[in-house]
């Protein structure tokens, strides 16, 4: 008895996954019947990709606004230009040991509570407020020593002008560096001593990101076509000096959160059916493709479109696209990207495309606290329709990652979902 209820317990429980994948398939189907054939679709992306063309790039810098407070700003330094501004850093270090003020340097504040959102840049940048980092101080001498460290290597650099990783640098002195955050660290205020860009320093960060689709450009003298790059892309060069003469006949930018959602865009040739340009950090966004793909916007004059997960995480990832990191805000001026308009996947799209439960995640709460804590941000609060997504967010308590669309095909994100929303327009 007990085996026969067992036996129908488990077909009623088939029967439910049996009835939910079909609901699954006949909400795909139905959104793929909405799609108009890809021609009036590339009309409006067409004309959306002209108006954007059209619209005057802000050239207003922080010397033009009259703001409240002194900021911060570097750079691009050629190597003789480094190597000077580290000479007359080492010669204020003299003078202040002779006036008998100790061995010490002056290093900009890069603090949480030193930082500035300017909403006529839309960008964070960083107030003009030092603190002294004194060698003859227990607290501070790890750090001077580091510090001087640091100039010396590189000094060496520009004058043998040449390039090395962040991790080559660190292991020029593991014993007195310990761990590679605190080497990444003071190469940053060493950066924002000497006013120049963090590739300034000839020290580059590992390849990290890709790029694929309907762009060609020159890497130190080769030219690289990006439709020919297969599914893994093109690594984009650590040192953005080198890249130039880009050509494209892409309509806009599609910039990916994911290595996984690019590869499968990759794969299904989305760039050749809607011509486009697909860029991935494969995560948090390094400096090599923040820098590329201002390049791109900035020379190519093209749309940028995001498509991050449905999570405080996502959102966090593209801000720092468009405003700018808290830590490099000293050189936002060269690592942000205006007006990138957020594609999905967004808290509303959960419903809108029936994102079945099973793929959606509870929040933690450390996620809630995140979200909450963007919605305190002035660049968030600036535009209603991610104040929106974001309060949706918060109050479901549930999140996606782009991979949530596989429920309903492998290539469902190539074939119906983005269509659809280009077809729609349907960004903020």
């Not at 959102?117 to 407020?129: A, G, M, N, S, W």
């Not at 690019?262 to 760039?271: I, K, N, P, Q, T």
């Amino acid at each position: 008895m007990a085996d026969k209820k067992r036996r129908r317990a488990e077909m009623g429980e088939e029967n439910d996954e049996v009835s939910a994948r079909n609901d699954q398939s006949r909400a795909a189907l139905a959104f793929k019947k909405r799609l108009k054939p890809d021609g009036v679709i590339l009309a409006s992306i067409q004309e959306f990709s002209e108006a954007a063309q059209g619209e005057k790039p802000e050239t207003r810098t922080l010397a033009d606004l009259n703001l409240p407070h002194a900021c911060r700003e570097v750079i691009d330094l050629d190597g003789g230009a480094v190597e000077h501004e580290i000479e007359k850093t080492i010669l204020q270090v003299a003078r202040s040991i002779l006036a008998g003020n100790g061995f010490g340097f002056s290093v900009p504040a890069r603090s949480n509570t030193n930082q500035l959102y300017v909403p006529e840049l839309d960008r964070i940048v960083l107030k003009d407020k030092s603190s002294f980092r004194q060698f003859a101080n227990v607290s501070s001498v790890r750090k001077t020593s580091i510090t001087t460290r640091i100039l010396q290597l590189v000094h060496q650099l520009c004058m043998k002008q040449i390039h090395v990783t962040k991790r080559d640098l660190f292991y020029t002195d593991v014993k007195l560096f310990q761990d590679q955050g605190q080497s990444d660290g003071v190469l940053d205020d060493v950066s924002c001593m000497l006013g120049c860009t963090r590739s300034s320093l000839n020290v580059v960060a590992s390849e990290k990101g890709v790029v694929v689709g309907r762009l060609i450009f020159s890497d130190n003298g080769d030219r690289i076509d990006c439709t020919k790059m297969g599914v893994g892309g093109k690594a984009i060069p650590p040192n953005i000096d080198r890249v130039g003469d880009m050509e494209s006949d892409a309509l806009f930018i599609l910039l990916v959160e994911k290595d996984a959602a690019f590869m499968r865009l990759a794969e299904d040739r989305f760039y050749n059916r809607f011509p486009c340009v697909i860029i991935t950090a494969k995560g948090q966004p390094d400096v090599a493709t923040r820098l590329f793909l201002k390049k791109m916007k900035t020379e190519l004059k093209l749309p940028v479109l995001a498509l991050v997960d449905s999570d405080p995480y996502g959102l966090k990832i593209l801000s720092v696209y468009m405003c700018g990191s808290k830590n490099m805000s000293y050189d936002s001026s060269n690592l942000t990207t205006p007006d990138i308009k957020w594609l999905g996947i967004r808290p509303s799209d959960l419903d809108k495309y029936h994102i079945p439960e099973q793929c959606r995640l509870p929040m933690t709460d450390q996620d809630i606290k995140t979200g909450k804590d963007l919605l305190e941000e002035d660049f968030v609060k600036k535009n209603p329709g991610w104040v929106n997504e974001l309060n949706l967010m918060v109050k479901t308590k549930h999140k996606a990652e782009i991979q949530a669309l596989s429920s309903f095909g492998f290539q469902y994100l190539s074939e119906v979902y983005l269509p659809l929303k280009l077809q729609q327009r349907d960004w903020i």
